[in-house]
């Protein structure tokens, strides 16, 4: 039976990407913790490859995969300087990782992840809005700050973004406004997703 995963954004991305023609090879850039979203596209059949800067957020994705029997391939990386080859893969995204980097930082990790994709190919990423409400910055001992050089996260205006697509056609985008309570506490997030494909 395949686990349901977390992340309801990808799901959409996923089902995208199981109607593309092209070989299912994909690649999660910020692909660390416990029960790493890559999962979901493994148990769908795809070559899964994750990339992961930070060494704890890595290893718990390899311990999480080791009880899981996944084989998944894991490896320390910077999305910002990906280490595979031009147009290596079919299918590119990152979740919740990409606004932990100042804006250069966001448009180069962009031109990468377009880099090692296919024509044809399909990439997502979300990004956080200005109407996300958390402003906080960053903890001097967190991974943002010591390994990104990032003071806070990085927002966006709703059509800002769309610039680092130019070479793709964005297929889907999304503002999405959530307000959720969980475990008695109440979150809001604002987010900007997009699913481009390569030209
Ligand atoms: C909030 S976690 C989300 C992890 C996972 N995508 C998920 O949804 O469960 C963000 C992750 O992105 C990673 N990350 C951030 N910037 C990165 C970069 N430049 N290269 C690779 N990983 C990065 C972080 O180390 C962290 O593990």
């Known amino acids: 039976m395949i686990e349901i995963s977390t992340a309801t954004p990808l799901y959409e991305y996923l089902r995208l990407?199981?109607?593309?023609?092209?070989?299912?090879?994909?690649?999660?850039?910020?692909?660390?913790?416990?029960?790493?979203?890559?999962?979901?596209?493994?148990?769908?059949?795809?070559?899964?490859?994750?990339?992961?800067?930070?060494?704890?957020?890595?290893?718990?994705?390899?311990?999480?995969?080791?009880?899981?029997?996944?084989?998944?391939?894991?490896?320390?990386?910077?999305?910002?300087?990906?280490?595979?080859?031009?147009?290596?893969?079919?299918?590119?995204?990152?979740?919740?990782?990409?606004?932990?980097?100042?804006?250069?930082?966001?448009?180069?990790?962009?031109?990468?992840?377009?880099r090692v994709l296919r024509p044809g190919g399909l990439c997502y990423v979300n990004l956080f809005s200005v109407d996300d409400p958390d402003n906080r910055p960053f903890d001097r001992n967190s991974f943002a700050y010591r390994l990104l050089k990032s003071e806070r996260f990085s927002k966006f205006e709703d059509n800002e973004a769309d610039i680092y697509f130019e070479s793709c056609e964005i297929i889907r985008k999304e503002k999405r406004l959530t307000e959720k309570i969980e475990n008695e506490k109440k979150y809001v997030r604002a987010d900007i997703d997009y699913i481009a494909r390569k030209k």
């Not at 059949?45 to 311990?63: H, P, Q, R, S, T």
């Not at 980097?101 to 448009?107: A, G, H, L, V, Y």
């Open 17 to 114: 990407c199981n109607l593309n023609p092209l070989p299912k090879k994909i690649l999660d850039c910020g692909a660390g913790w416990a029960n790493t979203k890559l999962s979901l596209f493994y148990q769908y059949g795809y070559e899964a490859f994750g990339l992961e800067i930070n060494k704890e957020a890595m290893d718990e994705a390899v311990e999480f995969c080791k009880e899981k029997d996944y084989a998944l391939h894991l490896l320390r990386g910077d999305m910002r300087d990906i280490p595979f080859a031009d147009e290596a893969f079919s299918f590119v995204y990152s979740y919740n990782a990409i606004s932990f980097m100042t804006k250069p930082d966001i448009k180069n990790s962009i031109n990468e992840l377009k």
